[in-house]
């Protein structure tokens, strides 16, 4: 079914000269959406990107586009698309999250606690935001014990794992 659907999607697309004009911000972001749940990167890039063509502060859409840059390695794309995100919805705390989880790919443990930090203060019960920001203390030799701590407290395995084998 959902085959059927993107087949239907792509036909539409492609009979359309001007997209912009005759679709809405929402066809392209949940077009972008379907393509990435089947893999094809380059077609859901391409999408939150017209998407983001006609509705230039479409938050989600840029925060699924960094995703997949964050995916391929594409780190400079995924730095600019999350932090034009987090300029729009500084309220988010997965978009914090996601901007950690990118500082760690770089190795840029400091930047990454800073934002799991912002992740916590924004959502204080971000459980697996507690176990990262204890991962980047632990591999910066900083006491990570009380995030794992409190990660587990929240009920992510992960942080239960952590603090069990380095805390205890």
């Avoid at 089947?38 to 998407?51: C, H, P, V, W």
Wanted: glycine letters at 4%.
């Amino acid at each position: 079914m959902k085959k059927l659907l993107l087949l239907l999607n792509i036909v539409l697309i492609s009979c359309t000269n001007t997209p912009e004009k005759n679709h809405s911000s929402d066809y392209y972001y949940n077009l972008g959406c379907l393509f990435y749940q089947e893999g094809d990167l380059k077609s859901a890039i391409d999408r939150f990107s017209t998407a983001i063509k006609i509705d230039y502060e479409y938050t989600n859409a840029y925060v699924n586009r960094a995703n997949i840059f964050l995916e391929i390695g594409n780190y400079i794309d995924a730095m600019e698309d999350y932090s034009r995100a987090i300029s729009l919805s500084p309220n988010d705390a997965s978009i914090y999250y996601n901007r950690g989880r990118l500082y760690d790919q770089l190795n840029e443990c400091k930047n990454a606690i800073d934002d799991y930090t912002r992740a916590i203060r924004v959502d204080p019960n971000y459980a697996i935001a507690y176990n990262n920001r204890g991962i980047s203390k632990y591999i910066l030799n900083i006491n990570a014990c009380s995030d794992f701590k409190r990660g587990c407290d929240l009920g992510n395995i992960n942080s239960c794992e952590n603090y069990y084998n380095e805390c205890e």
